[in-house]
């Protein structure tokens, strides 16, 4: 599903220049559940932000669904992101005046989907995360735990082929951690591909490979069994 | 999707109700102000625009002399009107309009009402055909049947008969003469400059030439400029070919006259309300400073709308990148924040029609006119619609193309390019400063100006003094007056034909020794008995007053503008002639202002007349109630049937300037809206820098710095851009002013501390503004603020 070949970012202030990737290359296959690990600054980050279009690299290759995208417009990398990549984020970055019925249906309104479709969408996965209880409710009435599982029933309501997750249960405790590191699993054995940046070596655990970073290059590739 | 942005907007609104009372407030005000000002403007404007013939209709005017004693006038002699329409090509039809001062009072039956002054006129029969004015009874072919026909107006109709059928109903005018109500016209609209309640046939004007003057008949008379006369021409004429046609009649018609004397010019119709005669602004200069004003001041709210919801920014950065990461494209973002300003705007609007519906009674007696505020009408949709479309694109594309455009990355972090955009609210800000420091030079000019014309040397006493028409005391003049004089009360008693305030007309009518043939003189006559001169303290330049001999009755005294236009050399004893009369000069006055300050003193000639048809009566201040008492016993005496009228000299000088008090006063108003509106502004953004440093303080404030370290930390840079604010306002709005300044021939000297007021005040305001949040951050308990980053 992704291949990346010499991928490099860097980053520039006035007097510094920094680099966050290092002609890194790799492949996630489509069903694949990846960890990404390494010490704050490797770019880790900077990497996810690519892998979802959020970010153009400075130079290099990414292959999306057999895609050249890294050197599409703004306007075409939203297009292919918003139909295909979910987000789960550590600070679950909900929206405050949205309810968390219409969080979720946010993505579905920007893709242009129908009202009545819609409610069945939202309703059916809110119905999945265990959150229907609170869906009139906004995210500041939520727990972490609540709030880490609205943003990712929001991540997988438009059925995206691929979801990125930044230190998913970086905010919660071990229990609700836990409890989201369920849920992905669950998401992956459906079909979906996850590639989630986390510092837990506990979370790792639940993927399928974990690639070391350090310096904006890959150091190690472990596969979990 | 639409109901998602509202409901966002909406939410938004509520959740920031600091910044949206502020933005609303802000903007309320200023669409409200904005708006009532347009209003103004456009019923200014609307002037005389009613007629449905009105490109095709001018007026006559007279310009006068050559060179510096150049004058236009806005009436013509009577024949003019006559001659147009029988031998001008291209003049379809012709009316006069002559102010009658024939009655002051009228009775139907036992009704005995008092008219006022100038609301009386004699008209030409086409004056129904001509105009748009709506005859509701009566026959507009012939609307005076007989010389003994008036026509009235609505109003004045219902005043006399109620709700009685006026047509063949009897008015008597002073009691004596019987007029028969002929017709009745609609009022005259608010917006037109003819105006007045009681119209008479213009045959009783011409019976009042009774063939034994020097002028035989109103046709005839081309030496008196009293008749307003307009024409209504064909759309193709040339106006420059009539009034170049009728200059060459007037020649032609009046032996000795020759175009250096004067030329007639037309004046459009729909001129005439903002354009003097000659041209000059009549109140197009008033209408031109209100239409900036207005415009300033929803500028003014605008940047506040668009300062605050760009510096507030970094607090939406979280939310736009949600939006984009989740699937929003930039359009749609931008729909939202056009929408959030549109809902803000509406708000806004709807409180504005709340607050001009609540204002509109006092700004129309501010402002002296009865403009309504009708959302039913056309025209008030014109200024709001063009108001909102304006205002709304102004304040809302900015803001929007701002937000929409962070990059979703970075505003998740926090760091928003635009919002770091500080300079381009700092030029705003000192846009905004800028604009209410103009506003306040601006004020205290037309203040001082106003001041200047209350304390200008006037060259005559007016204190005191009240007039009244003697009517039937006219007969017994003298011995009333040395009865008068024996009171305490009563410091002096005069008569004349006109006051001292305002001259009385303007004739050419005039020749003397030694006149060279170019030279036209227009004089204002004024007629006064020996007193005169004395009870107003006017004072010679040379030779004397009127002794009261009879011989004074061939004696004439100039002012010195008279003298010097005229170009008479040792004046003392030289023939003059006005009218048909030849005297002699018997003395010089010094020049005074009979006239508005904004005209320069023009030439003036006093007749002796021992008995006049007005009586000035000069007391105290003090013993003015008993004064008008004891003038009173006489006019019981003698006008039993009138009721009893007087008035001070000192009022009907402040009504000369009434516009420019309405003008000074709704400015001062305007200066403190606009002034009070960029506070608003500048208070909100100095609670968000103060709240952005909330950290910064802490530091500092833990680090040693005092709340004054910190107070002036905050205020520095704020104070500063109202610094810049007065050097660029201060010479463009000293500039503009003087162009005001230019209508006055006397005008007050522009001071340089009157900037330095206006700076100084608009600085301690700003102050006081952004030292309240200031102080309040520098006192906040610097462990809390550290805690809460």
């Known amino acids: 599903m992704i291949k990346i070949s010499n991928l490099e970012k860097f980053y520039r202030t006035e007097e510094v220049e920094t680099i966050a990737l290092n002609k890194l290359s790799m492949e996630v296959a489509t069903g694949e559940f990846v960890a990404i690990m390494g010490p704050s600054g490797c770019g880790k980050s900077t990497l996810l932000n690519i892998l979802g279009m959020l970010d153009d690299p400075d130079a290099g290759s990414y292959v999306f669904n057999e895609i050249e995208v890294a050197h599409f417009n703004e306007r075409k990398r939203a297009d292919l992101r918003k139909h295909n990549i979910g987000f789960v984020f550590q600070s679950f970055n909900l929206i405050d005046e949205l309810t968390v019925f219409e969080n979720v249906e946010l993505p579905l309104i920007y893709t242009g989907v129908a009202a009545s479709e819609r409610v069945k969408r939202v309703e059916e996965v809110l119905d999945k995360m265990q959150i229907m209880h609170r869906r009139n409710h906004y995210p500041q009435q939520l727990s972490g735990g609540q709030q880490q599982r609205v943003a990712i029933a929001r991540a997988v309501v438009n059925k995206p082929k691929l979801i990125l997750a930044d230190e998913p249960t970086g905010n919660l405790d071990s229990s609700n951690g836990n409890d989201v590191m369920e849920l992905l699993t669950d998401l992956n054995e459906q079909g979906t591909t996850i590639i989630m940046v986390t510092h837990s070596e506990h979370d790792a655990r639940y993927s399928h490979r974990i690639i070391r970073l350090l310096d904006g290059q890959t150091v190690m590739e472990n596969i979990m069994v | ?789």
């Open chain 2, 1 to 789: 999707m639409f109901k998602n942005y509202l409901k966002t907007a909406w939410r938004n609104l509520i959740n920031t109700k600091f910044y949206s009372a502020l933005n609303i407030v802000g903007l309320t005000i200023g669409l409200a102000v904005g708006m009532l000002i347009l209003i103004w403007v456009q019923d200014e404007l609307s002037y005389d625009r009613f007629h449905s013939k009105g490109d095709n209709i001018y007026k006559v005017n007279a310009s006068i002399g050559t060179g510096a004693s150049k004058q236009v006038w806005g009436g013509v002699p009577g024949p003019v009107a006559a001659f147009a329409l029988k031998e001008v090509p291209g003049v379809v039809s012709a009316v006069r309009v002559v102010t009658s001062y024939d009655y002051s009072v009228f009775r139907y039956k036992d009704k005995l009402l008092k008219e006022d002054f100038g609301k009386a006129s004699y008209v030409d029969d086409a004056f129904f055909t001509m105009f748009d004015f709506k005859l509701l009874k009566g026959n507009v072919k012939t609307p005076f049947p007989n010389d003994q026909s008036i026509v009235i107006t609505e109003s004045t109709a219902k005043r006399y008969f109620g709700n009685e059928d006026p047509i063949g109903k009897i008015l008597t005018g002073d009691s004596k003469d019987p007029y028969t109500v002929s017709g009745v016209l609609a009022d005259f609209p608010a917006n037109s400059s003819i105006g007045g309640d009681i119209l008479f046939s213009m045959n009783v004007k011409k019976k009042q030439y009774t063939g034994k003057d020097f002028w035989k008949s109103m046709d005839q008379d081309w030496g008196n400029y009293y008749t307003t006369t307009f024409l209504k021409v064909r759309p193709d004429a040339s106006t420059k070919a009539i009034a170049d046609k009728l200059t060459e009649i007037h020649m032609k018609n009046q032996p000795g006259i020759k175009p250096t004397d004067g030329v007639f010019q037309l004046q459009a119709l729909k001129d005439i309300h903002l354009y003097n005669p000659d041209g000059t602004s009549a109140g197009i200069q008033i209408v031109k400073i209100f239409s900036i004003v207005a415009v300033l001041i929803l500028l003014i709210a605008c940047i506040n709308y668009i300062n605050l919801s760009t510096a507030r920014s970094m607090l939406r950065s979280k939310e736009v990148s949600v939006r984009k990461i989740i699937g929003a494209e930039r359009s749609q973002l931008f729909m939202q924040f056009i929408i959030e300003t549109v809902l803000c705007f509406l708000i806004a609007l709807v409180l504005a029609f709340l607050l001009i519906y609540a204002v509109m009674p006092v700004y129309n007696s501010i402002s002296g006119k009865q403009m309504h505020f009708d959302l039913f009408n056309a025209n008030v949709w014109q200024v709001i619609v063009l108001t909102i479309i304006a205002t709304l694109v102004a304040s809302s594309i900015y803001p929007a193309m701002l937000l929409s455009s962070f990059k979703p990355i970075n505003a998740l972090k926090g760091k928003v390019a635009g919002a770091g955009n500080a300079t381009f609210r700092k030029v705003l800000v000192v846009c905004q400063f800028a604009f209410s420091v103009g506003l306040i030079i601006g004020t205290l000019i037309i203040n001082k100006q106003l001041q200047y014309i209350h304390s200008i040397q006037l060259g005559y006493d007016k204190e005191h003094v009240f007039s009244l028409p003697m009517r039937a005391m006219q007969d017994h003049y003298e011995a009333i007056k040395a009865e008068l004089l024996s009171h305490t009360e009563i410091k002096g008693v005069s008569t004349g034909n006109t006051s001292v305030i305002i001259g009385n007309g303007s004739t050419s009518d005039t020749d003397w020794d030694g006149k060279a043939s170019d030279v036209s003189l227009l004089i204002s006559p004024f007629d006064m008995d020996k007193d005169f001169i004395g009870m107003f303290k006017l004072k010679f330049a040379a030779g004397t007053g009127f002794t009261g001999v009879k011989s004074d009755s061939a004696h004439y005294i100039l002012n010195e503008t008279a003298v010097k236009l005229a170009g008479i050399k040792d004046p003392i004893g030289k023939r003059f002639k006005l009218h048909n009369t030849d005297g002699t000069i018997i003395g010089v006055v010094k020049d005074f202002h009979f006239a508005s300050l904004k005209q320069t003193i023009e030439p003036a000639i006093f007749s002796y007349r021992p008995s006049s048809w007005q009586m000035f009566v000069k007391t105290t201040g003090k013993d003015a109630p008993a004064a008008i008492k004891l003038v009173e016993k006489y006019w019981k005496q003698y006008n039993a049937n009138f009721p009893y009228e007087y008035s001070f000299l000192d009022d009907a000088y402040n009504e000369m300037y009434k516009s420019e008090q309405h003008t000074s006063t709704l400015f001062n108003m305007f200066a403190g809206i606009a002034i009070f509106i960029s506070c608003l502004g500048l208070f909100g953004l100095a609670t968000y820098t103060a709240q952005i440093k909330v950290k910064e303080i802490g530091i500092r404030k833990v680090l040693g710095a005092s709340v004054g370290d910190i107070t002036t930390m905050l205020s520095r840079d704020f104070l500063l851009l109202v610094l810049l604010a007065i050097v660029i306002a201060s010479p463009i709005a000293w500039y503009a002013m003087n162009k005001w300044l230019m209508d006055y021939a006397y005008r007050a000297e522009i001071h340089w501390w009157l900037i330095a007021v206006a700076g100084g005040g608009a600085v301690i305001i700003a102050f006081a503004t952004i030292s309240f949040q200031a102080v309040k951050a520098a006192l906040a308990n610097p462990v809390k603020s550290l805690r809460s980053e």
